[in-house]
């Protein structure tokens, strides 16, 4: 699927800012805003533009926990990859390459919520083949969906219930366009002016760190996906990590409490342009080792 110079502009900057609507839009290309609505549904209708989303900061949202969840389970399977896919707190999931054949991301508010992913988790691996998964807990976050994390310069946030209910409708957007503010107060059943004030108050205290779009990523060239597992020096995981946000190929990168204690989602052209980041990583002094998963397939 070939995109011409304006459709691939038109998802840059929507990556960068799905805020700015098809006027802000038409404003940074020169073009007239009937023209680039008419790209952006023809993107939707193509598939290539999927929806919208907010990315969240999960150093000022309580999260109890998140994990990465490593599963190997056979090709035949199908209700193992549904049921997994079903459980509520799931970030994402892809089928990697590896020891392991799936890699999901979940987060959970609350130590019953831990639970009861546990208790479904088990549940699933009492009729799989391999019986085998392996939990890595997230220590923190250091860029989410192409957006560096900013510092946090206060505790957790205290995201109140009809908080949690807006955001939720702000990350799954599937719509051309994201939501104006007085369809967003239809759903929620208040007025505009109160969804106004409380995105306003989430976006300064850095609760919500930015907007971006979904897209078929294939589209834009960038065929290939790989999960980055990074060993650092222990006394330069922080300075590894700023420097390794300022890579366009690095999408999201995590703290985890393994050996291998960077995890990055990493999106490139191919393999060979992978090999050419690889060699800028190792580049750094205080990088040890990589553990490389390609990702055949993503389901969210």
């Known amino acids: ?3 011409d110079a304006v459709e691939e502009a038109v998802l840059n900057l929507l990556l960068e800012d799905s805020s700015l609507g098809v006027k802000g839009l038409a404003e940074r290309l020169g073009k007239s805003r009937n023209h680039v609505a008419k790209v952006v549904n023809r993107l939707f209708e193509r598939g290539v533009l999927r929806g919208y989303s907010v990315v969240l900061n999960p150093l000022k949202i309580l999260f109890d926990r998140s994990i990465f969840l490593f599963v190997k389970t056979n090709p035949h399977e199908y209700d193992i990859v549904r049921g997994l896919l079903d459980l509520p707190q799931i970030q994402s999931m892809d089928g990697i390459s590896g020891e392991y054949s799936l890699l999901g991301v979940y987060r959970f508010r609350s130590p019953s919520e831990f639970s009861s992913f546990l208790s479904g988790l088990d549940r699933l691996m009492m009729v799989s083949r391999f019986k085998k998964y392996r939990l890595v807990e997230i220590l923190t976050t250091f860029k989410e969906s192409g957006v560096v994390v900013p510092d946090s310069k206060t505790d957790y946030y205290p995201v109140s219930d009809f908080d949690w209910k807006l955001l939720n409708i702000l990350r799954q957007q599937t719509n051309p366009m994201p939501y104006p503010q007085t369809d967003l107060a239809k759903k929620l059943g208040v ?3 109160v969804v106004s004030r409380r995105i306003s108050k989430l976006r300064s ?5 930015g907007y971006t779009a979904k897209v078929d990523f294939s ?6 996906k790989f999960y980055l597992e990074i060993r650092v020096d222990p006394a330069s995981y922080l300075s590894v990590a700023r420097r390794l946000c300022g890579f366009g190929e690095v999408w999201s990168l ?3 409490g393994e050996e291998y204690g960077l995890m990055a989602v990493v999106r490139v052209r191919d393999v060979e342009h ?4 690889l060699l800028k990583i190792f580049e750094m002094d205080d990088v040890i080792d990589t553990y490389s998963s390609v990702v055949f397939q993503e389901w969210m």
Do not use: H, K, W
Request: aromatic share 12%; charged share 25%.
């Open 254 to 256: 995590y703290r985890t």
């Open 205 to 209: 205290e850095d609760v919500i760190i």
């Open 191 to 193: 007025s505009q002016p």
């Open 1 to 3: 699927m070939r995109l």
């Open 219 to 224: 589209a834009m060239g960038l065929d290939a």
């Open 274 to 277: 992978y090999n050419r980041f």
